[in-house]
Structures are given as C-alpha cells and as structure tokens.
C-alpha cells in the first residue's frame, strides 16, 4: 500500500495495478487462441466421402493429396489421377498409358494440361470394376459398379 493523502493508504491505487497486471496475460492468451483458431480456419478441410455403405467426415490439411485410381472398363488399364486440398480440388494429373488417355481425349486435347486447370468443391467417380479414393492417409475403395464422391465442406 502506498500512502495517499493524509497519510492514509490508497487501496484504489494497489487494486488499478494488480488489475493492469493481470489483463496482460488474459490479453496475450485470448490473442494467442484467437490465432490459433485463424490458422486452423484457413489451414483445415473438412471433406465428405459418401461411397455405400456409409458416409465419413475427414479433417484434412491444405498440403494433404488425393488420389483416384481405377481400371478403364474398356482399355483394361490403370489410371491414377492425384489432385492437391489447397483451397478446393485442384491441381489434377493422371497417370496411364497412351491407349487410355486416347480414349478419354480423343486425340483433342493434351489431358494434364486440361486436368491442371480444374478446380471443384466435388468430385465423384464411379467404375465399373471398382475404385479407390485416397485422402491423406484415409482410403475409401467402392467395389465394382459403384462411386465414391467428396464434397469439401470447409473451407466454404
């Protein structure tokens, strides 16, 4: 306590430091958990993968890839097709033989460069001999005749 006037002790004084003293602390945590929630609204995905028998939510990271790989009902031959989360499905590239990729762009189109310039909330393949789906480490595999799809719920 410091004296105050009439050499009485001025309690106000005391209680104002203490006070300033401790919003410093509740200031920086509240900041800091207000950054925290930032990075995570803008670095986090959130995906749906709806595929029979069930659906499931992913909690992803904007670095995390994907995946779809299945064989062309017609060619017999694999295809892979990788795609990147940063902001939505984007940054697609596939993988397979001459003969398929004909199939697909008949001669058109060169099919990466089209492919790389895609950008979707949704994506959705289905395969007549069945398809996988991979995001981040998780893997979804539809059997013969079926589909899987993703929907980005977050970021909206």
């Known amino acids: 306590m410091t004296p105050g006037?009439?050499?009485?002790?001025?309690?106000?004084?005391?209680?104002?430091?203490?006070r300033a003293g401790a919003l410093w602390p509740r200031r920086a945590a509240l900041c800091l958990v207000l950054a925290a929630a930032l990075l995570l609204a803008v670095l986090a995905r959130v995906v749906r993968v709806e595929g029979p028998p069930q659906t499931s939510t992913l909690w992803l990271w904007a670095w995390q890839t994907g995946r779809v790989e299945f064989i062309n009902s017609v060619t017999r031959r694999p295809v892979v097709i990788s795609f990147g989360l940063p902001w939505r499905f984007s940054g697609f590239a596939a993988r397979t033989d001459p003969g398929t990729e004909e199939y697909y762009t008949t001669g058109?189109?060169?099919?990466?460069?089209?492919?790389?310039?895609e950008s979707t909330r949704r994506i959705s393949y289905c395969s007549e001999v069945g398809v996988t789906l991979t995001l981040g480490e998780r893997r979804f595999r539809q059997q013969s005749g079926g589909c899987l799809e993703a929907s980005l719920v977050w970021p909206p």
Request: without cysteine.
């Open 108 to 117: 058109a189109y060169v099919w990466n460069e089209r492919l790389a310039g």
């Open 5 to 18: 006037r009439g050499g009485r002790a001025d309690k106000g004084a005391s209680v104002r430091r203490t």
